[in-house]
């Protein structure tokens, strides 16, 4: 038994000599840097492996991308199908709200040429009763109006123009109109004598 613990107290002390064989010339800087060296060695292992990682992270997205395009183009024919189905829905609504803009457009020129009618006839009518009145030597027999009643009967004549008025305002009612004489309004003992000698 003491044999044994001779023999093993020897193996232990063996493999201490072998240890100081090995390292015992290593001193207390030369461990310092080992374990310096060591722990740089771990952060760069571990940068290292976190570059990895986001390198991966961003391939897997990347991919992930391409795979979601690729699902999209194989959807392409069925996409540009209903486009086409829903082109010709438009063009055809297109096409039937154009027929009735051009119904209304058509019946709105209608309208505006009945009232452009009406409009001018009422003109028309207006300036008659003004050629009878002032052109009248019984009616007016000094043959001769104011200022005001002239300016009223031109721009009533300049209207009766701008809707196409012709015919007889112009070969007519003009030459009769312009012949008369126009009493300017500061005139007022003439404008008094004017207003009497009407019926």
Known sequence: MIDTAQNNKQKGKGMWDAVIEAF???????VIIFAVAAAALWRIYRKAKKYVIKQYKKKEERNKKIQECLDQIKLYPKWRQ?????????????NGLKEV????IERLEEIEAANRRRKRNELRERLLQSYHYY???DKNPMQAWSEMEADSFWKVFKDYEDLDGDGYAHSE?????????KIPMHET?????????RR
């Open 24 to 30: 015992g010339e290593l001193t207390v800087a030369t």
């Open 101 to 104: 803009q051009e119904k209304n």
């Open 189 to 197: 003992e003439k404008i008094r004598e004017l207003m009497q000698s």
């Open 82 to 94: 209903q486009s086409v189905a829903i082109q010709k829905e438009f063009t055809e609504a297109i």
């Open 135 to 137: 052109g009248s030597k």
């Open 173 to 181: 009612i003009q030459p009769t109109m312009n012949n008369l004489e």
